[in-house]
């Protein structure tokens, strides 16, 4: 059975083992070996060349690389799944290939929340920043947490402040939430999330649902990794 986690996966790193373009001895290494998602789903990848000496060079934007079956590209280091089931990634450097095994899981059916979902899409747009909204007074009345230290106080913001009208859960596309970030209405901090992107769609989505402050099982934040752990370049 394949398991996969409640979370949303937003980036993989993927590192290609091996010498300097062109050179001897260079070998392809995948990390992870095998991509695992879910429909829908966007992961972003890094491509790393290394060289027999260990040294290393970012490669991605040179490299070939090829979706079959489950997912596609969807710009430069990044993919998208598209149907449950197993494909290839296929990657090409200097005549050397490597195929990455793709795993597609069905769609999450769980229904977004305030704090697991809500919160982080605001924080990656800057809403919660000491410049924008998180400043002391706020802005035009709009006034959050600085990073999103007080979820609950943010909650009440957005979604009981200003007598409601931030929000719309009856037409989610036309809450004033949505339409100042995606600068469909005037907004001093110009478009933070594009009309249909993950971010928006993440919005629309927790308030045409109720906008639910916490799950039962919320997943919390255990730890942080960056992938690949560390690197090694040569100087200029």
Not at 23 to 40: I, W
Request: hydrophobic residues 40%; proline residues 5%; contains cysteine.
């Amino acid at each position: 059975m394949i398991r996969f986690s409640r979370l949303p996966v937003y980036a993989v790193g993927l590192c290609l083992g091996g010498a300097g373009l062109g050179d001897a001895g260079a070998a392809l290494v995948a990390e992870p070996a095998e991509l695992r998602l879910r429909v829908g789903e966007r992961v972003s990848f890094l491509i790393t060349e290394r060289g027999a000496d260990g040294f290393e060079r970012d490669v991605t934007e040179v490299v070939a690389v090829k979706m079959a079956g489950v997912a596609g590209l969807e710009g430069v280091g990044a993919v998208r799944a598209g149907q449950v089931g197993e494909g290839v990634m296929e990657v090409e450097l200097e005549g050397q290939r490597l195929a990455v095994p793709v795993v597609v899981g069905p769609a999450a059916e769980r229904v977004p929340t305030f704090a697991g979902d809500v919160l982080p899409v605001l924080g990656k747009a800057g809403c919660s920043a000491a410049a924008c909204h998180a400043r002391a007074d706020g802005q035009n009345g709009f006034r959050l947490s600085v990073f999103s230290f007080d979820p609950k106080s943010d909650y009440h913001q957005i979604v009981r402040g200003a007598r409601g009208r931030r929000v719309f859960p009856s037409d989610p596309g036309e809450s004033l939430l949505l339409l100042k970030a995606s600068g469909v209405v005037p907004h001093e901090g110009g478009e933070r999330l594009a009309k249909e992107s993950d971010g928006w769609k993440v919005l629309r989505d927790g308030i045409g649902t109720g906008m639910v402050y916490a799950g039962e099982r919320e997943p919390t934040l255990e730890r942080l990794e960056v992938i690949p752990a560390e690197r090694r370049y040569r100087k200029g």
